[in-house]
Structure formats: structure tokens, C-alpha cells
């Protein structure tokens, strides 16, 4: 089934925090996620089967860095390709492995070391990051994802609407290049109780700015947690013509961390989910399969949110 369809006659569930899955299994190395899936593909297929087998419909690729801008800091820019192949592949073997349903892969595009906002504000002749430049960054990434084997794409975590407009612009052009027309989620990340991203833009704005882009899914993640961004998407619910995401963090964090227990996580979630404002629901940092599994026991049954 193709998953716009899905999405008329359920709320999917998406997956949780990759990093947080990461850390708790004392792997030690250099911090850089997205290089795990070429040098322990096993850590990331375990966290990927993890959340599948606690009923994630969507689980995405641990890619979210996985392009030459962020990359620069590890020396690894000429490996974007190679990586994100791997992210895409493992995510797929693991996706594939379930059974008894259908399981999409999403291919994650996180929002780059660098915010293009800020370049181009501040004129500074020594920044080499332009437009051109961030959508090549994007292209190579997509284009690697989609030979991967991905379902769709993750633009995600965004600040910054140029980087986003960016990231769009690429999976477009991929897209086109190779005759495939695969769905769009676009999650937006807040930075206080004003609802604006980092740059200052409303999400309203930004999603007015994307409207036209056929997406399949708008929404936030990150953030805070889900009862603080409760209005949050229950204004974006209002006026979005396309399906709703929501996947938030386990709760504010603390000085031990994110401490919002599965069953608190899902109880805020279901709300929402009662409430009509939701077609996608899962979890961001903090969160785990512990969460993802409540948040889908939680939200079975429920009706997706009309759109």
C-alpha cells in the first residue's frame, strides 16, 4: 500500500530518537552518527528492528548529518555518498525484515552545520556557503537515499527556511532526474513559545512558503515535549491541507537529561490524537522502542485527522 494512502485510514507511527538508542548502547566513538551505518551497520539494523518491532510504521535513516556541510567537521565530505547509501540500506533490510506488515523508510535530511539564514544576512565575503552550494550539498544526499532504497523523504528538524527551501529544491530535482515522484514530510523545529523557528519565521509562514511543494506530511518534532507543543499543533492542524506530524522529545530536559516516562509521552500524544490533530505520531530525543511502543498502543484505534 502506498503510504498516502495509509495515512486516510490510520495514524502511522514513527520512530524515536536514533542518537538517544545510540548512546545507551556504550559504543564508543568519534560522536559522528551518520558514519554508524558504514562502520557498525549491526548497532543501527538493532535500533531500526527495535522500534519496528514496537510498532513503528515509518522508521527513518540515520542520515540526519549525512551531507558534505556537517560532514566538513569530521573530514568525511567526500564519503556523503557512500554514507547515506549505507543509511538508507540498512534501514531498509530492516524495514523489509517485518513480516506481517508494511514498514516505509524515510530518508532524513537534518537542517546542516550552518544556517544559509545567516550567511546570506550577515554578507560576510569569506562564507563559503550559498544557496547553490547547500542545494548541491542536498542533492548529493537525496540522490544517495533514493538509491538506497528509501520510501520517501525526512526534511526535518528545520530553523531555517533557506536550508529548508534548499533541501527541497534538491529532492525535486533528484527526483525529476530519476522519474519518481516518492512523498515529502516536512518537520519544523520551534525555538520558544512564540511558534518560530530559529530565524525568527512562524511556522505558519513556513509552511505557506511550502504549500506548493506537494508535501505529503507538515509538522514539528524536537521542540519541547508533547504537552507543551499541544497548541502548537493544534494550530497547525487548522490550516495545513496536507497530513499533520508530531514527533516531540521525552519531555523538557533535565539536568539528568530527558526524564518523561513511555506511558507520559503517549498519554500527551493520544490526547492530540483524540483531539483530530494528528496523522503521524513518534518521538525525537529521549525518546526510545519503550516510547514508541505506548505511543502506539496508546493511539490504536484512533482516527486519523481529516485533511
Given at each position: 500500500?502506498?503510504?498516502?494512502?495509509?495515512?486516510?485510514?490510520?495514524?502511522?507511527?514513527?520512530?524515536?530518537?536514533?542518537?538517544?538508542?545510540?548512546?545507551?548502547?556504550?559504543?564508543?566513538?568519534?560522536?559522528?552518527?551518520?558514519?554508524?551505518?558504514?562502520?557498525?551497520?549491526?548497532?543501527?539494523?538493532?535500533?531500526?528492528?527495535?522500534?519496528?518491532?514496537a510498532g513503528a510504521d515509518i522508521i527513518s535513516?540515520?542520515?540526519?548529518?549525512?551531507?558534505?556541510?556537517?560532514?566538513?567537521?569530521?573530514?568525511?565530505?567526500?564519503?556523503?555518498?557512500?554514507?547515506?547509501?549505507?543509511?538508507?540500506?540498512?534501514?531498509?533490510?530492516?524495514?523489509?525484515?517485518?513480516?506481517?506488515?508494511?514498514?516505509?523508510?524515510?530518508?532524513?535530511?537534518?537542517?546542516?552545520?550552518?544556517?544559509?539564514?545567516?550567511?546570506?544576512?550577515?554578507?560576510?565575503?569569506?562564507?563559503?556557503?550559498?544557496?547553490?552550494?547547500?542545494?548541491?550539498?542536498?542533492?548529493?544526499?537525496?540522490?544517495?537515499?533514493?538509491?538506497?532504497?528509501?520510501?520517501?523523504?525526512?526534511?526535518?528538524?528545520?530553523?531555517?527556511?533557506?536550508?529548508?527551501?534548499?533541501?527541497?529544491?534538491?529532492?525535486?530535482?533528484?527526483?525529476?532526474?530519476?522519474?519518481?515522484?516518492?512523498?515529502?514530510?516536512?518537520?519544523?523545529?520551534?525555538?520558544?513559545?512564540?511558534?518560530?523557528?530559529?530565524?525568527?519565521?512562524?511556522?505558519?509562514?513556513?509552511?505557506?512558503?511550502?504549500?506548493?511543494?506537494?508535501?505529503?506530511?507538515?509538522?514539528?518534532?524536537?521542540?519541547?515535549?508533547?504537552?507543551?507543543?499541544?497548541?502548537?499543533?493544534?494550530?497547525?492542524?487548522?490550516?495545513?491541507?496536507?497530513?499533520?506530524?508530531?514527533?516531540?522529545?521525552?519531555?523538557?530536559?533535565?539536568?539528568?537529561?530527558?526524564?518523561?516516562?513511555?506511558?507520559?509521552?503517549?498519554?500527551?500524544?493520544?490526547?492530540?490524537?483524540?483531539?483530530?490533530?494528528?496523522?503521524?505520531?513518534?518521538?525525537?530525543?529521549?525518546?526510545?522502542?519503550?516510547?514508541?511502543?505506548?505511543?502506539?498502543?496508546?493511539?490504536?484505534?484512533?482516527?486519523?485527522?481529516?485533511?
Amino acid at each position: 500500500m502506498d503510504i498516502r494512502e495509509a495515512l486516510k485510514e490510520r495514524i502511522l507511527i514513527l520512530d524515536g530518537g536514533m542518537g538517544t538508542c545510540i548512546q545507551q548502547t556504550g559504543l564508543e566513538y568519534d560522536g559522528n552518527n551518520d558514519a554508524l551505518p558504514m562502520t557498525h551497520p549491526d548497532v543501527i539494523s538493532g535500533i531500526h528492528k527495535a522500534y519496528v518491532d514496537a510498532g513503528a510504521d515509518i522508521i527513518s535513516t540515520c542520515s540526519f548529518s549525512a551531507n558534505a556541510v556537517s560532514q566538513e567537521g569530521y573530514g568525511m565530505q567526500d564519503r556523503i555518498r557512500e554514507m547515506n547509501i549505507a543509511a538508507a540500506s540498512v534501514a531498509r533490510r530492516a524495514a523489509d525484515s517485518c513480516q506481517d506488515r508494511k514498514v516505509w523508510v524515510m530518508g532524513s535530511m537534518g537542517p546542516t552545520s550552518k544556517s544559509l539564514f545567516i550567511a546570506e544576512m550577515m554578507m560576510d565575503e569569506s562564507e563559503t556557503l550559498t544557496f547553490e552550494s547547500l542545494r548541491d550539498a542536498y542533492s548529493v544526499q537525496a540522490d544517495a537515499l533514493l538509491e538506497g532504497g528509501v520510501d520517501g523523504f525526512l526534511v526535518e528538524t528545520v530553523t531555517d527556511q533557506r536550508n529548508a527551501q534548499a533541501a527541497l529544491e534538491a529532492i525535486a530535482a533528484v527526483q525529476a532526474r530519476r522519474s519518481t515522484s516518492l512523498p515529502v514530510m516536512l518537520s519544523a523545529s520551534i525555538m520558544n513559545t512564540s511558534g518560530c523557528i530559529m530565524t525568527g519565521m512562524p511556522v505558519s509562514d513556513l509552511y505557506s512558503q511550502f504549500a506548493d511543494y506537494g508535501l505529503m506530511s507538515f509538522g514539528l518534532n524536537c521542540s519541547f515535549g508533547a504537552k507543551e507543543l499541544y497548541p502548537f499543533i493544534q494550530e497547525i492542524s487548522s490550516y495545513v491541507k496536507c497530513a499533520t506530524s508530531i514527533y516531540p522529545n521525552a519531555g523538557l530536559p533535565t539536568a539528568n537529561g530527558y526524564e518523561e516516562h513511555p506511558c507520559d509521552t503517549a498519554g500527551y500524544l493520544e490526547k492530540m490524537a483524540a483531539d483530530g490533530l494528528v496523522n503521524i505520531a513518534g518521538g525525537c530525543c529521549g525518546t526510545t522502542p519503550e516510547h514508541i511502543r505506548e505511543v502506539a498502543r496508546h493511539l490504536k484505534g484512533i482516527a486519523p485527522r481529516k485533511y
